[in-house]
Nanobody, 121 residues
Framework: QLQASGGGLVQAGGSLRLSCAAS????????MGWFRQAPGKEREFVAA????????YYADSVKGRFTISRENAKNTVYLQMNSMKSEDTAVYYC????????????????WGQGTQVTVSS
């Protein structure tokens, strides 16, 4: 299971760090991703990281502001969000999969529950 946490209310320009802790099995060999879904919109890719951190991907909308990282020893992936904007408001989900082929898609095998992020302008 994947458990996302760290969401909350932040002012525009502020920062938040999301965490996604895995339990029940180890995800150290899996690609891990973050997605978000705003009201009335489809779930969209935010960032992803390969099992060893050697490959990292970002959506253009967050590039330069968000940083994904992972600690395999803690079975945890993080999303550091800086210079936040009102358009970052969404429910954020973490996901895991065995294959890098799904990295920017919503075809991940494992999904956590979401954590709400609200950016006030």
């Amino acid at each position: 299971q994947l458990q996302a946490s760290g969401g909350g209310l932040v002012q525009a320009g502020g920062s938040l760090r999301l965490s996604c802790a895995a339990s029940g099995r180890r995800f150290s060999n899996n690609v891990m991703g973050w997605f978000r879904q705003a009201p009335g919109k489809e779930r969209e890719f935010v960032a992803a990281i390969s099992w060893n951190g050697g490959r990292i991907y970002y959506a253009d909308s967050v590039k330069g502001r968000f940083t994904i990282s992972r600690e395999n020893a803690k079975n945890t992936v993080y999303l550091q969000m800086n210079s936040m904007k009102s358009e970052d408001t969404a429910v954020y989900y973490c996901a895991a999969d065995y294959s890098m082929s799904v990295v920017t898609t919503t075809l991940y095998h494992y999904w956590g529950q979401g954590t709400q992020v609200t950016v006030s302008s």
